[in-house]
């Protein structure tokens, strides 16, 4: 933590030194440890860079009023503290740093927003909703419940607050957070606040872990005795899941969806579902799934069920067409014959 805290300091004195080089002195800057968002009651120290050889830096509490504190630099201090006690909602608002050299003062746009929590004994509590299962992603809800004079809600993502860059504050008491991937797992808490007062925070809520499961392993499909068979055949189609879960389901995706479910039994891991004298009403792609007690898995891989017209069938047509062949021979050796008979009556 002090070393995180130290970072921004350190890059700032680098980059002052260049600045000073090839340019005006840069403006100071400012931070504070054990971080911008503190209980009511602790010890905070706020930190300003400054450039060397400056005769008084100031700490300025701009808002909710203009407060501020002079300290007097060593030598080439480069950093200078300043420690607040016990603090409480007096010291919450807005901060920054100004320092005079050379007749006249710095001008700064760095800024230290200050939140205070626990000013207000109402604790609330957080709930989340990740809504309708979801294979690839889902949008989750987050709803902080606070007391009904709140009209502000912070949220904070992990075990802690930093404000503005953990937290988000708006004026309604759900949080949108999408997408949402399996596999992702974080922690929350919020706040409440008022308007008038936005640095002043609740009591924080109870960290609230949630995480997106990630979806089963994908089964697998296959057909006996083949995907291209014949009307009238039996035909038996085998889904390959995780032993232990509840439902498998054969899909059949189109030309219209209908599925079949089955219960296994104990461990079995493969599941036949059988389509007896198969019709071209059959005939479609099909796909497995099965539900673990929690969620479904990912659909299998597409099996393709061609129907053709039986062995029976083809016999049937080819003699309808030789019947037809003989019928036409027939008839034009009947046509010559009487052709024939005619020619001799005549003189």
Sequence with gaps: MVLGA?????????????WAQYGPPPQ??????PGAVVPKGSDVTIFCSIPPSVTIVRLVHLVPRTVWYDGSPQGAQEVLEFSLKNITHRNAGVYYCDYFRGGEWSRSNDILELVVTGIYNEKPFLTADSGPQGISERKVTLLCHTHPSFDIF????????????????????????????????????????????????????????????RPPPQPSIWVVPGAVVSTGSDVTIFCRTLPGVTTVRLARLAPSTVWYDGTPQGAQEVFEFSLKNITQSNAGVYFCAYFNGSQWSRNSKNLDLVIT???TSDCRLENHIQLILAIVILLGLGVLLLDACNNRESP
């Design 154 to 213: 912070i949220l904070c993502r992990g075990g802690n607050a930093s404000f503005p860059q953990s937290c988000s504050r708006q004026n309604q008491s759900t949080f949108l957070i999408s997408p949402v991937s399996p596999g992702h797992k974080s922690t929350y808490r919020c706040f409440g606040s008022q308007k008038y007062s936005s640095y002043l925070w609740s009591l924080p809520s109870d960290l609230l872990e949630f995480s997106i499961p």
């Design 28 to 33: 100071p800057f400012i931070w504070a440890v």
């Design 6 to 18: 130290a970072l921004p300091g350190l890059v700032f004195l680098m980059l002052q030194r260049t």
């Design 309 to 311: 017209e039986s062995s």
